[in-house]
């Protein structure tokens, strides 16, 4: 059973930074990629940025510039550092890693959530 524990959500002031952090509880490079969705109230989760097996990386067009998202293989771990955090941040962010299962498609796993609240 493949887990995901996220840690580093909290209340940061406008302009302000936080790291989250999602730790695998297996091999980390086994997945075809592992990343971070956010859920606003009332919507459905969008992905914030993701990064593959072979590190190629994807940002929402929102963060580009303020998130970066990196991976540490012999943690297990990936991680999405937001700088320049703003109030339309403000969302449960959501870790997420993606199988390949071969014939039986793509199966996604899910982090707990984090809240991240950006006020002042």
């Known amino acids: 059973q493949v887990q995901l524990v996220e840690s580093g959500g909290g209340l940061v002031e406008p302009g302000g930074s936080l790291t989250l952090s999602c730790a695998a509880s297996?091999?980390?490079?086994?997945?075809?990629?592992t990343g971070w969705y956010r859920q606003f109230p009332g919507k459905q989760r969008a992905l914030v940025a993701h990064?593959?097996?072979?590190?190629?990386?994807n940002y929402s067009d929102s963060v580009k510039g303020r998130f970066t998202i990196s991976r540490d293989n012999a943690k297990n771990t990936v991680y999405l550092q937001m700088d320049n955090l703003q109030p339309d941040d403000t969302a449960v962010y959501y870790c997420n890693a993606i199988q390949n299962t071969g014939v039986r498609g793509f199966q996604h796993y899910w982090g707990q959530g984090t809240q991240v609240t950006v006020s002042s």
């Open positions: 990064i593959t097996r072979t590190d190629s990386i």
């Open positions: 297996t091999n980390i490079l086994g997945f075809y990629a």
